[in-house]
């Protein structure tokens, strides 16, 4: 609801200018601190969305008198800073509708994209505000004209901040699409789900190639079911993921992404990939559900990650949809991400495979993360902060990125300067941007009901309002 009067005079601040809103907030976390604030005002710029100050107003609302600009009243929610989901695919949908190489080699690259709008909204009323897409699957570079579309001043839909990879980077014969009459060929009808490259030169240009189309992440596909064609007579084998590049390719694409600039993603399953991926510096690693091997458990494997900044992505919302929740797969996902909380990973952040399941579910892996054991407040964490902690540019990051930090209360990190992408969001602090939701739920006493896009109510990505009264404005 809006409130006709407006916002607090609040003691011993300077009053805000004309052009500002203030969100009341009834409760609002702090990702920082894992903690729940009574009763605290936002104070917003109209022109740049970002937060100007976040301050606590008595429990009776204050004087509304003074302030001549609007006030949102949430005080009967609770506010948090909006989700950030770290591995989507906007460009596919799920495969109950559809099998992944029915929507790669038979429907158009409009068709994908005009689904890719569908879901980029569906996506920002369920309360996510970012998203990092992590291959487009086929539809080339469609990805970065639709950052455009979402992510700049002249956005033309509703739909999170949005963060891409364009064409992910595997070497020859290992992905889809794979032909049934063709077999030494890539792709199908001049379809490839990804860029092909082998050896240290091709992988070392295809890199260049991707960042040289606007990609604002590398993805690599470590390891994967190589010899899927083997199933028909070897099933054990057809269904083994194995390493893909040699550690000269790996670090090849790596080093160079981080020369200019850019993480990188790798999918990776097994422990003999992702060990050579943490010494190379990999930004993240998505999946790692086989982290225990005859000789070693999860827990020892995880030691091992223990240190690293690489952010583990567990992805359980894609394996309990496409199991069900049962079976040997399930339960090696399982065992790994129980693995992550017995030592106390803090480095995780929440990211579903969204796409292999419904756009707008993003909750789900949140979910799950508290049905196998995490802290609920630390999921939050995970799925606000600790997501943008994972996307953000290599700019935020070492020495420089401390200081940039340090300084963002400053009011510098204005997005009509550095950039949509650039800011600052998953806090709700002075200089943050002003990515905010509401939900009519209770974390404490029904985590999965607080977090489901119907109970959120509210949704804001800088400072603009996209869901009110939990209806979309747009």
């Known amino acids: 609801m809006q409130l006709t009067a407006t916002a607090p005079t609040l003691e011993g601040q300077a009053q805000p200018a004309a052009a500002t809103k203030i969100v009341l907030a009834g409760k609002l976390f702090d990702p920082y601190t894992l903690e729940f604030l009574d009763n605290q005002a936002i104070t917003i710029c109209n022109d740049s969305g970002m937060i100007l100050d976040v301050a606590p107003f008595p429990e009776n609302g204050g004087n509304f008198a003074s302030f001549d600009g609007e006030v949102i009243d949430l005080r009967h929610l609770t506010v948090l800073p909006g989700f950030v989901d770290t591995h989507v695919h ?7 509708e559809a099998s992944w190489e029915e929507q790669v080699t038979k429907e158009s690259v409009v068709e994908r994209t005009v689904r890719a709008t569908v879901h980029a909204k569906r996506t920002l009323m369920a309360g996510f505000t970012a998203v990092r897409d992590l291959g ?24 999170p901040r949005y963060f891409c990879a364009t064409r992910a980077i595997a070497p020859t014969g290992t992905y889809g699409p794979k032909s049934s009459l063709y077999l030494n060929k890539e792709g199908i009808d001049g379809v490839t789900g990804v860029d092909v490259a082998d050896g240290t ?11 040289g189309a606007g990609a604002d992440w590398i993805k690599i596909y470590a390891d994967y079911t190589v010899r899927s064609r083997a199933s028909e007579v070897s099933r054990r084998v057809g269904a083994a993921s194995m390493a893909t590049f040699d550690y000269d390719e790996l670090k090849a694409m790596i080093c160079t992404a981080h020369a200019y600039g850019v993480k990188v993603a790798a999918h990776a399953t097994n422990r003999s990939t992702i060990i050579p991926l943490m010494s190379l510096r990999v930004d993240s690693i998505e999946h790692a559900y086989d982290m225990a091997t005859p000789g070693s458990t999860g827990v020892e494997m995880f030691e091992e990650y223990v240190g690293h900044k690489t952010k583990y992505v567990p992805t359980l919302a894609a394996y309990y949809t496409m199991t069900q929740g049962k079976g040997d797969l399930w339960d090696r996902a399982v065992s790994s991400f129980k693995a992550a909380l017995e030592l106390d990973l803090d480095n995780i952040s929440c ?29 939050l964490r995970w799925a606000t902060l600790g997501g943008w902690e994972c996307v953000r540019s290599r700019m935020w990051e070492g020495e420089a990125g401390k200081t940039r ?22 806090a709700v602090r002075k200089g943050f941007i002003a990515d905010l939701i509401a939900t009519l739920g209770n974390f404490a006493t029904d985590f999965e009901s607080a977090v489901s896009a119907e109970s959120i109510q509210f949704v804001m990505k800088g400072g603009r309002i996209y869901k009110r009264d939990g209806l979309p404005l747009v």
């Open 90 to 96: 906007f460009f596919v949908h799920p495969y109950s």
């Open 136 to 159: 487009t699957e086929g539809a080339g570079d469609a990805d970065v004209a639709l950052r455009k579309c979402l992510s700049s001043p002249s956005a033309l839909i509703p739909g």
């Open 201 to 211: 030169q091709e992988c070392i240009k295809a890199v260049r190639r991707q960042i």
């Open 351 to 379: 990211g579903g495979d969204t796409g292999v399941f419904a756009h707008g579910a993003n909750a789900l892996e949140l979910s799950l993360m508290v049905r196998l054991g995490a802290n609920w407040k630390k999921v």
């Open 405 to 426: 930090l340090a300084q963002v209360g400053d009011l510098k990190e204005d997005p009509r300067i550095v950039g949509d992408n650039e800011v600052p969001f998953g």
